[in-house]
């Protein structure tokens, strides 16, 4: 093993592409496990995380690692393909050690990890040689406290001045959460998935209100419900608010009713309401699973204010293929349901046109009370990506959209089941 350093530090690592020797790519590198051999002995890495196609996160061995370096990481041979389970002697730098708050041997006080160097040693191990900390706020003493002093708040300092705290003790989540923004939500909570549960919570509280709720739809019910009882109840609330309603009525499905109606009424009325309907509704239909809030439109509409509809930033994909058009009012349950267009047909017709000019007759509306077999059904037979759905009035009450249905016909586990697809270079045995 070679490098054309000898000394790297891990967060400047930190999403590099890991790449075979035939220049082949295996992935992005997510994270660093090391091993706490015990007082006064360097902690060793023993390998890496590194994020695969398919969003799936592995083990790479240190002893398959040919260079690290600013621009690249190069290993040899096949990566095992199974998904990367920490074993109970192992830390993860980022997850663990990154803003963790450690002692200064000398007793000159405290300081909170920023970042990690790792050296490789004579033996071609690779070892935590110094930590990027800066200071806390305890009073120093001593000669060296002082020097340390004179350079600022933030220092470097050598692997064995260096004190861990118990594992248990509480940590800051600000250096992982900056690390990882520019992940999408589904893979910010594959990432949250493989933590421990006192890790995933640190983590979670650290992120904003909306950035939380779009990860939270992505996560296991188990951990939706875990992460949201450890919030107080007022930002609970507003986290919900933050979700899709479908999403936060299934959440709130998992609750106790007391705590479902305390969580409802500090809500804003209107995103209460929402949700409130759909609780009522039997698990497994459409009207269980539909967005209450898709784009409504009155016949004189025109193409041009459908067009500015569709273009809203926080309108999704799926809903944003379609426009219903509906008698007023337009709040859903709207006036009678009178068709919906396509975006396509909208990219043909001027846009002074009006949408009733334009609408698809030929699909029928699913009632709320369908099943969501029927309803995957419809989607695949019409080639949708969402579809309009009715009460027994033919007001419309919402859309249900592709990723709706596929959430509740897959595997409860999908979202840890391991992919049968493999990139180069890895491999699917050990």
Same mark, same amino acid.
């Given at each position: 093993m070679s490098s054309s350093s000898n000394k790297v530090f891990i967060a400047r690592l930190l999403g590099l592409d890991v790449f075979d020797p035939l220049g082949d790519r295996l992935g992005r590198l997510r994270d660093v496990v090391v091993l706490d051999r015990g007082p006064r002995k360097q902690v060793l890495s023993v390998g890496l995380v590194v994020e695969v196609p398919g969003k799936k996160r592995v083990f790479v061995p240190m002893t398959r690692v040919q260079?690290?370096?600013?621009?690249?990481?190069?290993?040899?041979?096949?990566?095992?393909?199974? @998904?990367?389970?920490? &074993? #109970?002697?192992?830390? +993860? %730098?980022?997850?663990?050690?990154?803003?963790?708050?450690?002692?200064?041997?000398?007793?000159?006080?405290?300081?909170?990890?920023?970042?990690?160097?790792?050296?490789?040693?004579?033996?071609?191990?690779?070892?935590?040689?110094?930590?990027?900390?800066?200071?806390?706020?305890?009073?120093?003493?001593?000669?060296?406290?002082? @020097?340390?002093?004179? &350079? #600022?708040?933030?220092? +470097? %300092?050598?692997?064995?001045?260096?004190?861990?705290?118990?594992?248990?003790?509480p940590q800051a989540a600000t250096q992982f959460v900056a690390a990882h923004e520019e992940l999408k939500p589904a893979d910010f909570a594959e990432a949250l998935h493989e933590m421990s549960t006192k890790r995933r919570l640190e983590v979670a509280v650290e992120l904003q209100d909306d950035r939380l709720a779009d990860v939270l739809q992505e996560l296991p019910d188990e951990e939706q419900v875990q992460i949201l009882s450890s919030l107080d109840m007022e930002r609970a609330a507003v986290v919900l608010e933050e979700m899709d309603p479908d999403d936060a009525a299934d959440l709130l499905h998992e609750l106790e009713e007391v705590q479902q109606e305390a969580l409802l009424q500090l809500m804003e009325p209107e995103e209460a309401d929402d949700v409130r309907r759909l609780l009522e509704y039997e698990e497994n239909t459409a009207g269980s699973m539909m967005t209450p809030v898709p784009i409504v439109l009155p016949?004189?509409?025109?193409?041009?204010?459908?067009?500015?509809?569709?273009?809203?930033?926080?309108?999704?994909?799926?809903?944003?293929?379609?426009?219903?058009?509906?008698?007023?009012?337009?709040?859903?349950?709207?006036?009678?349901?009178?068709?919906?267009?396509?975006?396509?047909?909208?990219?043909?017709?001027?846009?002074?046109e009006p949408v009733g000019n334009i609408l698809d007759n030929d699909l029928e509306p699913v009632l709320d009370t369908t099943d969501v077999s029927e309803v995957s059904r419809m989607l695949a037979a019409y080639n949708l990506t969402s579809m309009p759905v009715v009460n027994r009035e033919g007001r419309l009450v919402g859309a249900v959209t592709v990723d709706d249905v596929l959430d509740h016909i897959l595997p409860e586990d999908w979202r840890t089941h391991d992919e049968k697809i493999q990139p180069k270079g890895v491999s699917s045995h050990g």
């Open positions: 260079a690290m370096e600013s621009q690249q990481i190069i290993c040899s041979g096949l990566v095992n393909l199974r @998904r990367f389970q920490q &074993r #109970g002697a192992e830390t +993860l %730098v980022v997850a663990e050690l990154f803003d963790r708050v450690v002692s200064f041997t000398d007793g000159s006080g405290t300081a909170v990890v920023e970042d990690i160097g790792l050296q490789q040693l004579r033996n071609g191990d690779w070892g935590l040689s110094d930590y990027y900390v800066r200071r806390g706020s305890d009073p120093a003493s001593g000669f060296r406290a002082l @020097r340390r002093l004179s &350079r #600022g708040h933030r220092l +470097l %300092v050598s692997w064995n001045e260096i004190l861990h705290g118990n594992r248990d003790d016949p004189e509409a025109t193409v041009a204010e459908a067009l500015a509809n569709v273009r809203r930033e926080e309108i999704s994909q799926a809903l944003a293929s379609s426009v219903y058009v509906c008698r007023p009012p337009l709040e859903t349950p709207t006036g009678k349901y009178l068709g919906m267009v396509h975006i396509q047909a909208l990219l043909r017709y001027p846009p002074p």
